[in-house]
């Protein structure tokens, strides 16, 4: 047994995998089914050294993905192939993910997973992870509207038609919006792997000239997107009448796209923006848990405006 570092190589069979394990855990007879269409190809431009696989007799068995946001850090997707469960690769990789983390200097390190499972919640208690609040995985459907109307109309900026200088300004913007939720917290690797590899768009939204807001959409080929929809991987807002304006932006550009749905998931800790989502119309599509290695609960608290959910 050899555990390595993934590269883009490796995308496939990492695919495979994923779909078996999940569908396996779940009970979905058909792997191809899980997620269909989301890709995980861009993981690799967000962090290029935070996959590892573990390997028997050259196969692929098991891999971890790590992802860090500044100074917190997240593991997932853990999966290893059904015929290994049980004995101990799980946790061999957990340990290379305690490491990254180390040698990122990430002091919250979190991760989700099914609230309902003894088994992935005995794991991760191990590494001194505890089960915190909910997330909710939510979806609302998109109605192609007038593209003529005036509620179609975007009034927020997209970072892909920034020019370079521009780009590193509204970075900047991002980096301290997130920087007055959670010190450290960082999204600029997830915003320009989104631009590079031209698999969605994140939208900006000011107000007196300050940026108040902004959300990382996954959509498309290559995305984190399932099939015909667009993924709020990651969203931020000042306060709750900026967070229902990105919420806004975010339908404007599902529909200019053309997708069928919006799907954002949200830790119900943060009450007023989860209530937000679902009085704009999101419904609740699964449930999982939030586990933090911490005492205190890092940016999953009431009066924070944030989207994501760590899978
Ligand atoms: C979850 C998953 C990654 C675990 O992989 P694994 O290789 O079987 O895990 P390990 O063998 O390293 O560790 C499992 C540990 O949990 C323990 N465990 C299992 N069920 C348990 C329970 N009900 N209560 C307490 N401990 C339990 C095992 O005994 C083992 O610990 P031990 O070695 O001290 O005995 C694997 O089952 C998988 O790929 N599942 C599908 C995809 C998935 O759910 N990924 C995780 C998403 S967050």
Known sequence: MEIKALNTSHLTELENLVRVAFAKHIGIPDPNSFNSGASLASRFEVAADGAFGTFIDNKL????????WGSFG???????LPEYWGSGLAQALIEIADQFFKDKNIELAGLYTFSNSPKHLALYQKFGYWPKQLTALM???ISLLNPASAETTATAE????????????????ARELCNGIYPGLDLSS???????????????????????GFAVC?????????????????????????????LSECRKLSSAV???HLTAGVNTARHQAYKTMLQSGFKMQAIGVAMLRADHDGFNRPGVFVIDDWR
Do not use: M, W
């Open 258 to 260: 053309g997708v069928t």
């Open 190 to 212: 997830e915003i320009k792997a989104l631009a590079s590899c031209k698999i969605g768009e994140t939208v900006f939204i000011e107000k007196d000239g300050a940026t108040v």
């Open 139 to 141: 979806s609302t459907e």
């Open 158 to 173: 997209r970072f892909s038609q920034f020019d370079g200088a521009s780009q590193q300004s509204y970075l900047e913007a």
């Open 74 to 80: 997240f593991f997932g997707p853990l999966v290893v």
């Open 218 to 246: 996954h959509f498309g080929h290559g995305s984190e997107a399932t099939s015909n929809s667009c993924y709020i991987k990651f969203a931020a807002a000042s306060d709750q009448e900026q967070f229902s304006r990105l």
């Open 61 to 68: 068995v098991a891999a971890i993905f790590c992802t860090p």
